[in-house]
């Protein structure tokens, strides 16, 4: 049985609020709309698409811009030549295509991201979204000998999973840890911290030196939240990571949490913070870091990309890990947040589904991956995908990063799950943090009240990590 969208369900949905007993029963993945565009399946065509099918695709234009989209698509035409492609871009992805999902005349791919994204909860809930498993089962592009699934970096497929089934796509690789400028620190003598003791010495260093020790972006403070949700999972293990995605009670809570809360606060009470941090957004703060004015910035590695206008030419930004809290962390030094960034989805009742899947396809070959990376400074989802290509020194930086943690990146799902907790109510604990106008305690204590309010909350949809 398909389910038709409802106006009120999703708009409930992209307001982070999604009304899932009622529809848990019915809502499909759009096997009508999927069987309705299929055309003959063989080895050059596993996923079935019909060829003379249109295809269109809706990109989120921000950091990344659209231009990898229209080599993807010119891949993807290569493939299907009868396929004629409608390409769009928007910063505006909820206001744009909000009224077509309710409709039910959604476009075959999105891009949904950026600040104006529809909510994961609610599009999950309606059975808006069409399951990608065949695709993770599919031949890869390159290999017909090796599935999809097999060509993804760890984690991936975890981070767009949802009750067990695969439905966002989450393109680029970011890893999130603690950037620096390797010009100024060999010009300086210092050495990147590998414990929080070590950190907070270097920062009195780097203070008596007269530059700010830390930058942040105090309207979007949540970016100071990574570095304390990591260090807690370094300490107390994923388990403590788990936990919070599970909305358990007191995980917000758990001493591993407290000592990292405690330990980001010193920031503040010790005056490691850049004077005005607190009113700039990420792009300011980030500048004001390129400028030298500060020593340390928190930030995923979308940063050299983002930032390439403004950054000296001779600057050799490096990202590291958070450094460890104690001697008994359960994860090494090296472990951090690494995980897929920049979702994309196929609708459940898009005209063409077999062409939306098999566009994902292209995008995960080698060369729709590759290319993504010369373009944008970005590692994607695909393993080896960098490989021959000249990196600049920050995404250089990352790839050692990814290679000295041999395996143990870690990340967490809340923030996939309840979207409105982290970019809202974590936000704005962490606003109030690092300006000092709450404790650590106090942090953990309203991050935890919010979470426990979308666990009580029957009208938001629940999700287990195991």
Request: proline share 5%; glycine share 10%.
């Amino acid at each position: 049985m398909t389910y038709r969208i409802s106006r009120r369900g999703l708009l409930q949905g992209a307001a982070g609020v999604a009304a899932a007993g009622t529809l848990a029963g019915c809502a499909t993945s759009g096997d009508s709309s999927t069987d309705a565009a299929k055309g003959e399946v063989s080895a050059a065509n596993p996923l079935g698409v019909n060829e003379d099918a249109p295809l269109e695709v809706v990109i989120f234009n921000g950091g990344f811009g659209e231009e990898y989209a229209k080599a993807h698509q010119a891949i993807y035409k290569e493939r299907h030549p009868k396929a004629e492609i409608k390409h769009s871009a928007t910063q505006q992805i909820a206001e744009t295509l909000q009224p077509r999902f309710v409709a039910g005349d959604p476009p075959d791919v999105v891009n949904n991201s950026g600040g104006s994204q529809i909510d994961f909860n609610g599009l999950v809930a309606q059975g808006a979204l069409a399951d990608l498993g065949e695709l993770l089962d599919a031949p890869s592009l390159d290999d017909p000998n090796k599935k999809v699934r097999d060509t993804l970096l760890p984690g991936i497929v975890d981070v767009g999973s949802y009750d067990g089934k695969f439905l966002s796509l989450n393109y680029a690789y970011s890893a999130y840890g603690i950037w620096y400028s390797e010009k100024l620190f060999e010009a300086k003598g210092w050495a990147y911290p590998k414990t929080w003791d070590e950190m907070i010495a270097l920062c009195k260093t780097i203070k008596a030196a007269g530059i700010a020790p830390w930058t942040y972006p105090g309207k979007h403070s949540r970016y100071m939240s990574w570095p304390i949700l990591a260090a807690a999972g370094k300490m107390g293990g994923v388990e403590v990571i788990k936990a919070i995605d599970n909305l358990e009670p007191n995980a917000w809570k758990h001493e591993a949490v407290k000592a990292a809360a405690e330990a980001y606060y010193q920031l503040a009470v010790d005056g490691f913070l850049q004077p005005g941090a607190e009113g700039m957004d990420h792009v300011q703060s980030q500048t004001e870091w390129c400028r030298g004015k500060a020593a340390f910035v928190s930030c995923g590695s979308w940063l050299e990309n983002e930032q390439k206008a403004v950054t000296p030419p001779d600057f050799r930004m490096a990202v590291a890990p958070t450094p460890s809290l104690s001697t008994s962390d359960k994860l090494p030094y090296e472990a951090f947040r690494g995980t897929g960034s920049e979702p994309f989805i196929v609708p459940a009742k898009g005209k063409n589904v077999r062409g939306g899947l098999d566009y994902l396809r292209v995008m995960l070959s080698q060369k729709g991956a590759s290319d993504f990376t010369r373009k944008v400074s970005s590692l994607t989802a695909v393993q080896g995908s960098s490989e021959g290509i000249e990196l600049g020194p920050g995404l250089t930086s990352v790839t050692k990063l990814i290679d000295a943690s041999q395996g143990s990146a870690f990340t967490w799902l809340y923030s996939s799950y309840y979207r409105k907790l982290e970019r809202e109510r974590v936000d704005a604990a962490c606003a109030e943090l690092f300006a000092k106008r709450i404790t650590a305690a106090e942090w953990c204590d309203k991050v935890q009240k919010s979470a426990d309010e979308f666990a009580q909350d029957p009208a938001i949809k629940k999700y287990k990590r195991v």
